[in-house]
C-alpha cells in the first residue's frame, strides 16, 4: 500500500489522492469519498487493505479538503464535476463509488447525473437531500487556521437546508446496485431517512450496522468491510 499523495488537474482546481493496488488487480476500480472535515486518508484501514487485493482504490481529497485545493465554491455539482474530471483524468470510465456522509451525498449527485459510470455504489451514512424544518445554523468561521476550508461547512448547512430538488429525484436514475448502511440509534442522522433513500433507489438495500454511529467504517470497521465485501461480491 502507498503513502504518496498524488496530485492532478481536475474541473479547474488541484485535486489530491491516495491510490492503493494497482491495475494488474483486474478489479473495477474504487473511488472512496470521505466526510465533512477529513480527506482520504480517513478510508485507511481493513476495508482498503482488502479492496486493494482485487481493485485499483483512490481516495481523493474532496475540494476544500487535505491537499486539494480551497476555490471558494462548494456546490455539491462543483463536487460531483470534479469527481467526473477527476476520473476522466485518471482514465476510469466506471467505477465503484463509496461514500461515507458528505461524501455519500456527492457519490449520490454524480451517480445521478452520470449513472452509466457506477458500476456499484455504496452510500455510508447518507443524508437525504430534502429540505430541513428547523432548518441548520449557519456558522460564523472560527477564529485560526482550520484544518478544511470551514467555508465547505457554511455552505453544506445551506445546501441542506434549501436542497435542489434535482439532486434527490435523480437517485431514481441510478442503475447500479446500491448499499445504503446505517450506523444505528447511535447516529444523529434519521435511519428512516436512509432507508427511504434506499426505496428510491432502483436497486438499493439499506442495511444497519448495530453501534456504528455515524462513523461507521471507524467504529464498526470489520463489520463495515464485510458488508462492503459482501454486497460487492453478490
Known sequence: M???VRTVRANGIRIAYRTWGTESSGGTPVVLLHCLGEDGEDWRGPLIAQLAAAHPVYAPDLRGHGRSDRPGEYGLDDMSEDV????DELGLERVILIGHSLGSVVAGVFAGHHPARVERLVLEETAALLPLDPPREIPEVPPGPQSFDFEVRRQWNRQRNEPDPRWYERLARVTAPALVVGGGPGSHLPQSDMAAIAELLPNGTFVTIEDGGHLVHE???KEFASA???FLAG
Open 84 to 87: 467526473r474530471c477527476l476520473l
Open 2 to 4: 502507498s503513502d504518496e
Open 228 to 230: 462492503v465485501l459482501g
Open 219 to 221: 467504529q464498526r470497521p
